[in-house]
């Protein structure tokens, strides 16, 4: 049985990878457990020239950015019910806290368990990203920034070209975000990443480098999402860069629903009414209305511009590599249409003068052909590389829901709604989303929304810096983000009448838990102690021995405990009353947890016979008594307790 005392820093990335790395080759090992790395490179088969110039991306402060990966965070996150909703049975989080130190806390609890990430981080325009300015006082920092220790001064700050190393301070502030995100994406995991001309260069590098270019999906541009405010051109687009975790694990083709479709249908009809058999009238009007209705989506909708007397269609090559190759004859003229080079017919001659026959084909000319694809006979799509945000729609919506404009350039939550169906499947009822620059909370709108739509029960983790908005009823971009979250699961309820349906029989997850950032509930032994100061070493020895910070609660303690024995957020807890003691019981009793300031033998021999995986006692129960504790060790062991700790 493994005993000793609950490891209170977040996961040790390093020692991790070294562990791998030895359990893949044990032969690198040295005498005292180290990795020889010449003995690595030739289990590898190859040597390694240290001199030789390497392909790669360097700029001033990357050895730091690794430095800040592998310092372990010594923080926690605290629950807050009272700005929840439904805390007890929803899976769905928002922390609020620096996304730094949150995706290190979330290290062991969500590692691997992430479907898909979308992200619109700063993009370092000058005025408009703060970030610690030391990454060895990170948490240090945000306590200050947000009130809760004395400020010495550290401020989180803006980035701006007169500083000198304009893109290396940008770099430096997401080079560590990515690396550990991609610790928490599921081997089929997907990360979509918002950016403009700033950054896109080189956060295409990075991104290359953190997740292999051959994990390159591809770069999207977003029209409409640029702010369009310059002088010479008008910059009216962004970019969002797709990469996989490993692209070999994603499925073969992807699909998103036909959005906007309805509205489309209503126009045609609308046209052909108008304009009666005269088709060639109806399409012009058809390919206008796209032009000019910029609400439409762009996701290949707007091909369907043309209209014939079944309905609106787009045109097709009717060719495509693997094709049938043979010679196509027009029928209306006995003529061979010539195929393309390293491309086959899609159909045979019979399936052809059908298609003729159902009026299918296009005759460009009468030796080049096209077939015609309706609209409404798929659901699905391919999705497309360029998208479009009608201007200030997004904002415009957000600001109806919210009552007043409360948020500048939102992103629009139907286009992450698309970016969060292609990546997820509705029948994966593991599918967590992450956006831990979560802004005014579009994320959750999208994911919450799309499981309103398709039934899905997909769930979310919002991160989101309490960077002060100067505002009474929303202080910072955080409150706006919880609020946001609770008016559309609001809205959706009352769309139901009030009544939760079943959907795939299970109830939708229309809620959220909050937790925030805050120093460990655990005062840490501080080794820089003077030895000559007794009067400070005292009171260490007194945090030594009741080391719980005296503003926290037995829920803080908890969750604390549930993070870094790695368990998520949102795993079931039940309270059970054990020989007078409350003992908690985690995900059916895998972890029992007793924070008890007096523990008793009685309730010690009747937690072993729950037999639980493993215990977590606070020290403070033992009171000193040492004996006491042997006998929680021996019982423990003896009912088959993998691991037993106190903290």
């Given amino acids: 049985m493994e005993e000793g005392k609950l490891e209170l820093t977040s996961t040790d990335i390093v020692e991790d990878r070294r562990q791998e790395l030895l359990r893949l080759f044990p032969e690198a090992r040295t005498e005292s457990g180290k990795i020889d790395f010449a003995r690595l490179s030739l289990a590898l088969g190859e040597t390694v020239d240290v001199g030789k110039e390497r392909y790669g991306m360097n700029w001033p402060g990357k050895a730091d950015c690794f430095k800040t990966i592998q310092s372990p965070s010594l923080g926690t996150l605290r629950p807050a019910r009272e700005e929840s909703v439904d805390f007890d049975t929803t899976e769905n989080l928002i922390i609020e806290g620096d996304n730094l130190e949150v995706l290190k806390l ?78 928490l994406l599921r081997e089929d995991g997907v990360i979509f990443v918002s950016v403009d001309d700033h950054e896109v260069e080189n956060l295409r590098r990075i991104l290359d480098e953190i997740y292999g270019e051959e994990n390159f999906i591809a770069q999207l541009t977003w029209e409409g999402a640029g702010k369009n405010d310059a002088r010479q051109i008008g910059v009216s687009h962004e970019y969002v860069l797709v990469f996989a975790r490993n692209r070999m694990s994603l499925p073969a083709e992807w699909s998103i629903a036909k959005d906007g479709v ?10 052909r009414t108008i304009h009666g058999e005269n088709y060639d009238a109806a399409s012009t009007a058809m390919a206008a209305w796209f032009r000019d209705n910029k609400a439409t989506p762009s996701f290949g909708l707007r ?10 269609y787009k045109e097709d090559d009717p060719t495509a590599p693997g094709g049938r190759k043979f010679v196509l004859i027009n029928p209306n003229n006995g003529q061979p249409i010539p195929l393309r080079a390293n491309r086959g017919w899609a159909f045979d001659q019979a399936g052809f003068e059908k298609l003729i026959q159902d009026g299918r084909i296009t005759f460009v000319t009468e030796r080049s052909i096209m077939v015609r694809r309706y609209l409404h006979e ?16 997004a904002s415009e919506r957000l600001g109806r829901m919210m009552g007043e404009n409360v948020f500048e350039f ?14 997820t499947s509705v029948d994966d009822p593991a599918a967590v989303i992450l956006d831990f620059f979560a802004g005014s909370g579009t994320t959750a709108h999208a994911v919450l929304d799309l499981n309103k739509y398709d039934g899905g029960n997909r ?18 971009i955080a ?25 795939n029989g299970i109830k939708p997850d229309r809620g959220f838990r909050v937790f925030k950032l805050a120093e460990s509930n655990f005062e840490t032994w501080k080794s820089d102690v003077p030895h000559g100061d007794t009067a400070t070493l005292a009171k260490q020895l007194e945090l030594y021995v009741d080391h719980v910070r005296h503003d926290r609660e037995p829920e803080d303690l908890l969750y604390e405990i549930l993070l870094k024995s790695g368990f998520p957020l949102t795993t079931p807890v039940a309270a059970l009353k054990i020989a007078g003691k409350i003992v908690y019981s985690v995900a059916e009793g895998a972890l029992f947890v007793c924070l ?18 493993r215990v977590v006692c606070l020290d403070a129960g033992f009171a000193g008594n040492d004996q006491l504790k042997a006998n929680a060790a021996h019982n423990f062991k003896a009912k088959g307790v993998k691991s037993f700790k106190t903290v």
């Fill in 378 to 393: 798929t659901d699905r799509m391919t999705p497309q590389s360029v998208l479009y945000q009608p201007v200030r729609s």
């Fill in 479 to 503: 409150d706006i983000c919880k609020e946001r979250g609770r008016r559309v699961i609001k809205k959706l309820n009352e769309g139901d009448d009030g009544k939760l349906p079943l959907e």
């Fill in 596 to 613: 008890e300031k007096e523990l008793t033998l009685e309730c010690i021999r009747e937690m072993a016979d729950e037999k639980p995986e």
């Fill in 262 to 271: 309805d509205p489309v249908i209503k126009e045609v009809e609308r046209l």
């Fill in 303 to 312: 091909r369907f511009r043309f209209i014939d007397k079944v309905g609106a």
């Fill in 106 to 183: 979330l290290q062991k609890s969500y590692a691997g368990k992430v479907k898909m990430i979308y992200i619109d981080p700063p993009y370092n325009t000058g005025n408009d990203f703060i970030y610690p300015d030391n990454y060895t006082e990170s948490l240090q920092t945000y306590l200050e920034y947000t009130g809760q220790v004395d400020a010495q001064g550290k401020k989180f700050s803006t980035n701006t070209e007169a500083d000198g190393r304009f893109h290396s301070r940008w770099l430096n502030m997401m080079y560590p975000r990515l690396y550990l995100a991609r610790n």
């Fill in 459 to 476: 769930k979310f983790i919002l991160v989101q810096l309490p960077e002060p908005t100067g505002r009474e009823d929303y202080p910072t």
């Fill in 410 to 423: 939102p992103k629009d939550e139907t286009v992450i709604e698309k970016f969060v169906e292609m990546s």
